[in-house]
């Protein structure tokens, strides 16, 4: 909650393909600062304890640089993890006082919008850490009312939304916990983050 201008709620949830906490390659990372609210979810490639190695090193880059531009933060993950199995990663930053939604992204991290309408953000392809274009930075305005959803692949990307009614209702942790139950692919680690804007 802020004491102006508009309030926002979010959440992270994953989930091992083990089921074990420390062997999943997916991690998410938010950080509020000023009024700004910085988001990233990465996904390393496989599953089980050498992928959870590799998603603590990203968020340890994550929250060492969370201030800088997204194009420069995606480029300087592709360091980080040049050597390792790499990643798919998807970064935004959210003005909370104007909506303002930047975003980048490199993979299959997917990135969509609901609320006052049905939105999907798209990202460049390749894998952090191995071999990727040049990133770029696009941006679009959440209103109040609006949902950002970030989801790796180990949720389905394409379903109907009016077979999962209330998938997208209540806290931001129960748009998590609601994508990971009923859209959860059961083959890959999953993770999702949720962030209800203008509550």
Same mark, same amino acid.
């Given at each position: 909650?802020?004491?102006?201008?508009?309030?926002?709620?979010?959440?992270?949830?994953?989930?091992?393909?083990?089921?074990?906490?420390?062997?999943?390659?997916?991690?998410?990372?938010?950080?509020?600062?000023?009024?700004?609210?910085?988001?990233?979810?990465?996904?390393?490639?496989?599953?089980?304890?050498?992928?959870?190695?590799?998603?603590?090193?990203?968020?340890?880059?994550?929250?060492? !640089?969370?201030?800088?531009?997204?194009?420069?933060?995606? !480029?300087?993950?592709? +360091?980080?993890?040049?050597?390792?199995?790499?990643?798919?990663?998807?970064?935004?930053?959210?003005?909370?006082?104007?909506?303002?939604?930047?975003?980048?992204?490199?993979? !299959?991290?997917?990135? $969509?919008?609901?609320?006052?309408?049905?939105?999907?953000?798209?990202?460049?392809? +390749?894998?952090?850490?191995?071999?990727?274009?040049?990133?770029?930075?696009?941006?679009? $305005?959440?209103?109040?009312?609006?949902?950002?959803?970030?989801?790796?692949?180990?949720?389905?990307?394409?379903?109907?939304?009016?077979?999962?009614?209330?998938?997208?209702?209540?806290?931001? $942790?129960?748009?998590? !916990?609601?994508?990971?139950?009923?859209?959860?692919?059961?083959?890959?680690?999953?993770?999702?983050?949720?962030? $209800?804007?203008?509550?």
């Amino acid at each position: 909650m802020r004491p102006s201008g508009q309030s926002i709620d979010f959440h992270i949830e994953k989930k091992a393909l083990t089921g074990e906490p420390d062997e999943c390659g997916d991690i998410g990372f938010i950080k509020t600062y000023d009024n700004f609210c910085f988001l990233a979810l990465v996904d390393v490639l496989g599953h089980g304890k050498p992928a959870a190695q590799v998603a603590l090193l990203s968020k340890d880059y994550l929250a060492q !640089n969370y201030t800088k531009q997204l194009t420069d933060i995606i !480029n300087g993950l592709h +360091g980080c993890l040049r050597g390792t199995r790499g990643a798919v990663v998807a970064a935004c930053r959210l003005d909370i006082d104007t909506g303002i939604l930047q975003y980048s992204g490199m993979g !299959n991290i997917h990135l $969509r919008l609901f609320g006052t309408r049905q939105e999907t953000l798209v990202t460049k392809d +390749g894998i952090v850490g191995y071999m990727i274009p040049s990133p770029v930075q696009a941006q679009t $305005r959440l209103l109040p009312g609006d949902i950002l959803v970030m989801t790796s692949d180990g949720i389905k990307e394409h379903f109907d939304l009016n077979a999962y009614p209330g998938i997208t209702t209540g806290q931001a $942790r129960d748009i998590c !916990n609601k994508f990971i139950t009923c859209l959860g692919k059961g083959s890959d680690d999953l993770s999702c983050i949720a962030l $209800r804007f203008g509550i």
